[in-house]
């Protein structure tokens, strides 16, 4: 069954450094979605992506966060200068366009910001 | 504020019973509904979804919508110990494609 992949599952950073999560979403897909979640908080959203440009951002996706789907497979995550507040799990999601607006979601990034 | 609404519990509920877990939203533009199990340090993973007032049964999992009490319901049958879980609840509203706005998750413990 097609599922969504995340790389790295596990990224450690010093505060300040830019990080980048990969997503590959699953073939057919072509809405995609970034959110995150806090260590024993709720899954909040970050953003969404529809053929080539931003749809939809929260409040979190500020100026030192974007995407970007550089190929036709991946679906990547910057944060420019990381603060110690984005340590959580990232989770990439990913809809087809004939679907029931069901996400499915990768297995998650854990970024560690020390 | 748009919030989606849950009972942290944990609910506990010995192997072979049902398990009820609930959902309330605050937005009336709310167009569809999802229930999600995650497992500890793991990602979601969807089980149901559900538009329409009433009942939706898939195997031992039962989803039920009442929008104008604002609330949503998930039965897990028969419950086993692999059912336990975080049970999520996410709501698109506004519809289309838009993000979806999670509940904070119920725990629930089947106990053998």
């Known amino acids: 069954e097609p599922e969504v992949t995340q790389t790295p599952s596990h990224q450690v950073t010093q505060m300040g450094q830019e990080v980048i999560l990969r997503c590959v979403p699953i073939s057919n897909h072509l809405y995609f979605y970034w959110y995150r979640q806090i260590l024993g908080q709720k899954v909040e959203f970050l953003v969404s992506?529809?053929?080539?440009?931003?749809?939809?951002k929260s409040e979190i996706f500020d100026d030192q966060f974007s995407v970007e789907r550089p190929d036709g497979s991946n679906f990547t995550l910057k944060i420019r200068s990381t603060k110690l507040e984005d340590s959580a799990m990232y989770f990439c999601a990913s809809m087809s366009s004939g679907s029931n607006n069901e996400q499915f979601f990768g297995p998650g990034t854990r970024l560690t910001v020390l | 504020q748009k919030e989606v609404e849950q009972n942290s519990g944990p609910l506990s509920v010995p192997e072979g019973a049902i398990a009820s877990l609930n959902c309330t939203y605050s937005d009336r533009g709310s167009q569809s509904f999802f229930w999600y199990r995650q497992y500890s340090g793991k990602s979601p993973e969807l089980i149901m979804f559900?538009?329409?007032?009433g009942d939706k049964e898939d195997g031992r999992f039962t989803a039920q919508l009442n929008k104008a009490s604002q609330y949503v319901s998930l039965l897990i049958r028969d419950s086993q110990p692999s059912d336990s879980a975080t049970y999520l609840c996410a709501v698109n509203i506004g519809g289309g494609r838009r993000a979806l706005t999670f509940g904070s998750g119920t725990r629930l413990q089947v106990q053998p």
């Open positions: 559900i538009y329409s007032n």
């Open positions: 992506f529809y053929n080539n440009e931003i749809s939809e």
